[in-house]
Structures are given as structure tokens and as C-alpha cells.
């Protein structure tokens, strides 16, 4: 993982990315036990570019160049497959903006914060995401004001008491 | 006494607490426990024929 963390954070230094944050299964493991997951999933922030289509071909392609090649809807890097996924709607793209720097190994890397973190599992609501809510909740150290916040502006309360966390303090 | 579907209140309790210890581990241990996981869930998956997820590496391999 060490590997991928140095690749994302050299492509932001390079400007090929204005930002990035690690999210999904690895992200909700720095907050809480670990969960069986396969794939790094990142949230990218692209450089402006012309037209309104994002196009991942030159992000692709330069990591091909460099030795990381693509597999599947996956990026291979160090053996894992890393899912690049460009910031798709506002609350993915407030989660990049606020997402916090944490230390992995000797490597800062950049990961989405508790609070959006539950609010895109919350969004997502998958049957594997709402069963990682109630875990989430009740293992990792997040602020009540903030995500119903974020849930507010997000339109996802509704969804929230929904998914069991209408009891959440 | 028992609780969810018949399970000891403390056995509840007790994998409660082992679930929270888990989530206080430095993330790196926490990444190792997660190939390990990999890795079993592997094993299973092959020993069911079923189509098997590759591991990650181990962190202290790569």
C-alpha cells in the first residue's frame, strides 16, 4: 500500500491530480477494525480541463508508462488494484476537499474523514455499506455534529435514520 | 440470560470488545490483519471451487 500512497501523492505534486483521498474499505480500516476488502478505492480531484467528459486516458496512461498497468476497471500498483475514481458528485467531491493527512508507515496519505466517510456509505447504501454503518458507529471516534452537517446539506438524514442511525450519539 | 438470537449476553459483549481493541491497532497492523484476511477468504474460496480474489501482498514482502 505504501507503494500507492507515493504514486498518488507524486501525481498531486506533479499536478496530474489537484487532489486525492483514499476511501471505501481501506479508509473505513484506519477508523475502525479491519474489513475484508480488495480494492484501494480513491476519489481523485482532476486538473481543470477542456469540455465537461472526465477523461482518465492520459492519468492511465502515464501510470502504464511508469510500470503500473491497468487491469480490469483497476490500476495495479505493488500488486494491488487501485480504483481511481473521479469525484462524482458534490458530497465526493466536499469529502476530497476535507479529507484529513494521516500517517501509513512513514508516508502521509490523505483519507476521507469519518463523517463523509458514513455519509457516502449512507448515499451508497449498498447491503455491505449499511451493515459497515452500524459497525462504524459504534467502533470509530467521529463528531455527531458534524456528519449530521453533512447529512443535512447532503440530503441524506432521511437515509441516515433509515439505515439504523437515528439512535446514533 | 441471552441476547440476539439466543447468544450469551457475554459472548455479545465479549466480541464486542475484541471488535473495538481491533479498531484501536496501529493502521499498519490493521493492513496486515486485512491480507490475512484476503488470504483466508482465498483459501475458502478455493477449497469451495469457487473463483478466488487475489491476496494483496504482504506489507512486509513488498
Known amino acids: ?169 | 440470560m441471552t441476547g440476539f438470537e439466543g447468544f450469551p449476553e457475554d459472548r455479545i459483549r465479549q466480541d464486542r470488545e475484541r471488535r473495538r481493541r481491533l479498531a484501536r491497532l496501529p493502521v499498519e497492523e490493521k493492513i496486515r490483519i486485512l491480507v490475512e484476511l484476503q488470504e483466508l477468504a482465498a483459501s475458502i474460496a478455493r477449497s469451495r471451487g469457487r473463483p478466488v480474489r487475489r491476496p494483496w501482498p504482504r506489507p512486509d514482502a513488498s
Request: proline share 5%.
Open chain 1, 1 to 169: 500500500m505504501r507503494q500507492a500512497i507515493e504514486v498518488l501523492n507524486g501525481m498531486v505534486e506533479e499536478g496530474k491530480l489537484r487532489s486525492y483521498a483514499i476511501g471505501g474499505g481501506v479508509a473505513a480500516t484506519f477508523y475502525m477494525e479491519p474489513v475484508l476488502t480488495y480494492d484501494l478505492d480513491v476519489f481523485l480531484l482532476l486538473p481543470p480541463a477542456e469540455g465537461i467528459l472526465v477523461d482518465l486516458t492520459a492519468l492511465y496512461r502515464d501510470l502504464g508508462d511508469r510500470g503500473f498497468p491497468a487491469e480490469h476497471e483497476h490500476v495495479l500498483i505493488g500488486g494491488l488494484p487501485v480504483q481511481l475514481i473521479p469525484a462524482y458528485n458534490p458530497l465526493i467531491e466536499e469529502a476530497v476537499l476535507q479529507a484529513v493527512e494521516l500517517a501509513f508507515e512513514d508516508a502521509m496519505v490523505r483519507v476521507v474523514r469519518p463523517e463523509h466517510l458514513l455519509a457516502i456509505m449512507v448515499q451508497t447504501g449498498r447491503p455491505k455499506d449499511r451493515h459497515r454503518v452500524a459497525l462504524f458507529l459504534e467502533q470509530a471516534d467521529w463528531d455527531r455534529d458534524r456528519l449530521m452537517d453533512i447529512l443535512r446539506r447532503h440530503g441524506l438524514e432521511d437515509r441516515f435514520r433509515g439505515s439504523g442511525g437515528g439512535g446514533a450519539s
